[in-house]
């Protein structure tokens, strides 16, 4: 294994990567680090193809030593779909999908709960808490079950049922709650508080390898595209841990000598009814403020205080990117145009970046002829109710 140790990005101290860790003790999340140097004189790339078609092709940039700790239902490689009817619509002429909807457990969420699984259960984790907006919930309860490890998850009670049906399955421990993500959070501190070590916090950066496995869609995307970068990669932001994923990817890939100096500029889209990460983009500032009375039917993204924040906003100005809100009204109409021309059921954060594409290629940011990436993050058929078919007509 390449992993040497995690570093704060914020105050640069570094801490052992053997045993559990959360947040560094100024607050910040933690980031891997790799020998890289060795990664590069040990794989090249021409290699790759040969491997699974998996996101444990990557595995020398992964944070597990012994195989038999990898615990996988076949996540990863999935597909980029050219979409050229909607894409000639809307001007953006090589506009691609990253399509996350087929992945298991119907969310992308599950690169994150696979080598985050996969790592606690390394380090001898007996038992997760996490809170979530749904789908995180249903991957980690999901490969906590493959990997017997015990999952406490706390979701708000307006998640999508679909995710709260999975966690039951999956045999963990659900809680619900009347309130919102933040809401969640805090009552699995309280959880994890009182345990005394028995659960250990997996929410959203509070522990490094969800980043890890999330930031395969990095790696996939280039390695996809014949080890090129496309001009633009357009990501919908709630925690903003495949964004930061994505930029620590690319910076790897810089590193490793498998990609040249050129990055894509990364976009973060929001929805208007809850869009912090906008708000202090546009402002200027380091850090996001929470946003009061956080509501979208995109509810992956309904994040009111990211804890990557400061994270979010250095990989968008670093990559010269942009961060955009858009409105429900509109999600909603660009999911059902896309469907009727390019035959995929979006999820409702995947067709906000569809919304956002449209809006910065009227706006000039996207200029003409450039590439564009878009994270479909999870399955149209997770949200049935996108798709009103009241009006449907019944044969007599
Ligand atoms: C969680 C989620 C997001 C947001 O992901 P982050 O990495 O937390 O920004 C986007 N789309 C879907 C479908 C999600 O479940
Ligand atoms: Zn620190």
Redesign the pocket.
Known sequence: MYLTHLECPRCGKEHPADRPQNLCDCGSPLLARYDLAAVARTVVPEQLPLRPADLWRYREVLPVADPRHVTSLGEGWTPLLRAPSYGAEIGVTDLIVKD?GLIPTG???AR?AAVGISRARELGVRRIAMP?????GAAWASYAARAGIGATIVMPLDAPTICRRECVAAGADLRLIDGLISDAGRRVAQLVGDSGGAIFDAG?LREPYRLEG?KTMGYEIVEQLGWQVPDVII???????????IHKALHELRELGWISDRLPRLV?VQSTGCAPIVRAFAAGEERAEPWADAQTV????T?PA?L?DEL?LTALRDSSGTAVAVSDEEILTDLRAFAAREGLLL????AACLTAARQLRAGGWIRAGERVVV?N??AGL?YPETVDVSGVPVLA
């Open positions: 996350e969310s992308f969420k994150g979530t907006n749904g789908n995180a959203t999330k990501y919908p932001t709630g925690g903003g841990v495949g964004l930061i994923g973060a995109a509810f992956g993204i994040v990211p990557g979010i999820c409702p954060e995947g994270l993050t999870g997770k």
